[in-house]
């Protein structure tokens, strides 16, 4: 077990990933995590973490002498208390390293912002997949402190969903009630589309031209809704105006929307649209999902119409909504694409299957009346004829929000 009383840290330790904390919790990190060093600040559990057979280093990480020895390409990993957290956060950015964090209280995320830290997962599973980068299945046991906690208290983390349940030798279907019982098996899945699922939206960009207060109240709402930040591009002439990280610089649109795509600084455009423009339409889209506002206090009732060979688009976003306004209908045009549909547990919609004319069934449930439509541009699934597509686009009555 390394030392830094004198600093001293051979050449040849350069780890993948680099995991702060101490106790079981970094262990079970390290366990998932190929090519992880463990530094850990208590010389008892650094040793009892060794004796285990992880790769340990006692030391003090918020020592700046001690990140300085490793290589910046490692991904780092906060998993202590927040404030030791914090402060290692702080050091760890000057040196440019790529950093996680497990946190604690909930309430103090907004603090890891401010240090510039992004990647905050709210559980181990969670961080995992975040790390891996794509989807992975977990299996969780359930604790005694778990004992009664229902599903829909029970926090698996923004990028993890529980799709089964394994009690007593059964596989029970999950749902937002259901009671953890001392010794079920959770089954979870983690990964980017669920977060996605969780809450899509970071950051909003509104395309501010022509639009009413209304039009804005209804951006606001839904930024309000996703806890997102809403980024505001004034359209002055042919240009847009943008106040972004405290400086205000004018762009083209084309311009803006490519420079916040490449800093991965936007999740949807939210915009108003008073003519058929399919050239515009089209290349916000093909960047990022695109809202066209009507002044909507709220989404009582949303649609999402599964016009695409691509039924993902439609469906991960229509969870998130069910998620945070409920009310969500699902219309699948046609019934192979049910097979895209996965029941997880923090969603409750309802879900309908076309069985005459997908083109008729689509119009007749619009007409019924929404105050959101979720659709693909591509609409390359049902049958809907084009024209009828931008009446729906169009229509003053909804709001409708387009994916490619």
């Known amino acids: 077990?390394?030392?830094?009383?004198?600093?001293?840290?051979?050449?040849?330790?350069?780890?993948?990933?680099?995991?702060?904390?101490?106790?079981?919790?970094?262990?079970?990190?390290?366990?998932?995590?190929?090519?992880?060093?463990?530094?850990?600040?208590?010389?008892?559990?650094?040793?009892?973490?060794?004796?285990?057979?992880?790769?340990?280093l006692n030391a003090d990480a918020s020592n700046v002498e001690v990140l300085?020895?490793?290589?910046?390409?490692?991904?780092?990993?906060?998993?202590?208390e927040d404030e030791f957290n914090l402060k290692v956060a702080k050091i760890a950015k000057t040196l440019g390293?790529?950093?996680?964090?497990?946190?604690?209280?909930?309430?103090?995320?907004?603090?890891?912002?401010?240090?510039?830290?992004?990647?905050?997962?709210?559980?181990?599973?969670?961080?995992?997949?975040?790390?891996?980068?794509?989807?992975?299945?977990?299996?969780?046991?359930?604790?005694?402190?778990?004992?009664?906690?229902?599903?829909?208290?029970?926090?698996?983390?923004?990028?993890?969903?529980v799709v089964s349940i394994f009690r007593e030798g059964k596989i029970l279907h999950p749902?937002?009630?259901?009671?953890?019982?001392?010794?079920?098996?959770?089954?979870?899945?983690?990964?980017?589309?669920?977060?996605?699922t969780k809450n899509p939206f970071d950051n909003i960009l509104l395309l501010k031209g022509e639009m009413g207060e209304g039009e804005v109240k209804e951006a606001e709402m839904l930024a309000?809704?996703?806890?997102?930040?809403?980024?505001?591009?004034?359209?002055?002439?042919?240009?847009?105006?943008?106040?972004?990280?405290?400086?205000?610089?004018?762009?083209?649109?084309?311009?803006?929307?490519?420079?916040?795509?490449?800093?991965?600084?936007?999740?949807?455009?939210?915009?108003?649209?008073?003519?058929?423009?399919?050239?515009?339409?089209?290349?916000?889209?093909?960047?990022?999902?695109?809202?066209?506002?009507?002044g909507k206090g709220n989404y009582r009732r949303t649609l999402a119409l599964v016009n695409t060979s691509n039924p993902d688009s439609v469906i991960n976003i229509a969870k998130a909504f069910s998620r945070y306004f409920g009310g969500v209908k699902v219309l699948f045009l046609e019934e192979e694409q049910l097979k895209h549909f996965s029941k997880f547990t923090e969603t409750e919609m309802e879900v309908e299957v076309s069985k005459g004319n997908p083109m008729v069934d689509a119009v007749k449930e619009f007409k019924s009346g929404y105050d959101l439509v979720i659709l693909s541009l591509s609409n390359n699934i049902g049958n809907i004829d084009r024209d009828i597509l931008w009446k729906i686009i169009l229509d003053k009555n909804s709001s409708v929000l387009v994916v490619e």
Not at 175 to 196: A, N, Q, T, W
Not at 262 to 273: G, N
């Open 68 to 80: 300085s020895k490793f290589d910046s390409g490692s991904k780092l990993i906060l998993a202590d």
């Open 224 to 294: 309000e809704k996703f806890s997102a930040n809403l980024i505001l591009f004034e359209k002055v002439g042919n240009a847009f105006a943008c106040v972004l990280d405290g400086y205000s610089e004018s762009f083209n649109l084309d311009e803006a929307v490519e420079m916040l795509k490449r800093s991965d600084e936007l999740d949807l455009i939210v915009t108003t649209l008073k003519e058929k423009n399919e050239k515009i339409l089209k290349d916000l889209v093909s960047k990022f999902p695109t809202l066209i506002l009507t």
């Open 175 to 196: 749902f937002p009630e259901m009671k953890l019982k001392s010794g079920d098996l959770l089954g979870v899945v983690c990964g980017e589309h669920v977060r996605i």
């Open 97 to 161: 390293f790529d950093v996680f964090a497990v946190v604690s209280d909930e309430e103090k995320c907004s603090l890891y912002e401010i240090e510039g830290i992004s990647k905050v997962c709210s559980s181990v599973e969670s961080l995992i997949s975040s790390v891996f980068g794509k989807t992975r299945y977990l299996e969780v046991p359930v604790s005694d402190e778990m004992e009664g906690l229902t599903l829909r208290e029970y926090d698996a983390g923004e990028d993890c969903m």
């Open 1 to 56: 077990m390394g030392n830094t009383n004198g600093i001293n840290i051979p050449e040849q330790i350069q780890p993948v990933n680099i995991i702060i904390g101490s106790g079981d919790r970094v262990g079970k990190i390290a366990s998932k995590l190929p090519e992880s060093l463990i530094i850990d600040r208590n010389p008892k559990s650094a040793a009892d973490l060794e004796l285990k057979g992880f790769n340990v």
